[in-house]
């Protein structure tokens, strides 16, 4: 799955075009690294975003095309918060 995709559908960031911006601004690590909005999340890799007021942290629990509100937050694993 992409990570735009993966941010929009596990609702870290509201839309895909945000996560598409913060991605392209250098914003988001996978695996320690940079990524673009295009990069392929697998299970188990790990994800930093960085906002004004810190980073989040949290590992890709599973991969769904759509989740109900409610499950959303079981695709991921918040390792350090704000």
Same mark, same amino acid.
């Given at each position: 799955?992409? %990570? *735009?995709?993966? %941010?929009? +559908?596990? $609702?870290?960031?509201?839309?895909? /075009?945000? =996560?598409?911006?913060?991605? *392209? =601004?250098?914003?988001? *690590? +996978?695996?320690?690294? !940079? ?5 392929? #999340?697998? +299970?188990?890799?790990?994800?930093? +975003?960085?906002? =004004?007021?810190? /980073? #989040?942290?949290? $590992?890709?629990?599973? #991969?769904?095309? !759509?989740?109900?509100?409610?499950? =959303?937050? *079981? ?6 918060? #704000?």
């Amino acid at each position: 799955m992409r %990570l *735009d995709k993966f %941010l929009k +559908v596990s $609702r870290i960031l509201k839309r895909r /075009t945000v =996560a598409q911006e913060a991605c *392209d =601004a250098g914003k988001v *690590d +996978v695996n320690g690294r !940079s990524a673009k909005s295009g990069c392929k #999340l697998k +299970v188990g890799d790990t994800v930093a +975003v960085h906002f =004004a007021g810190g /980073t #989040l942290t949290f $590992r890709v629990k599973m #991969l769904r095309e !759509s989740v109900k509100k409610e499950e =959303a937050a *079981d695709m991921y694993e918040i390792l350090t918060e #704000l």
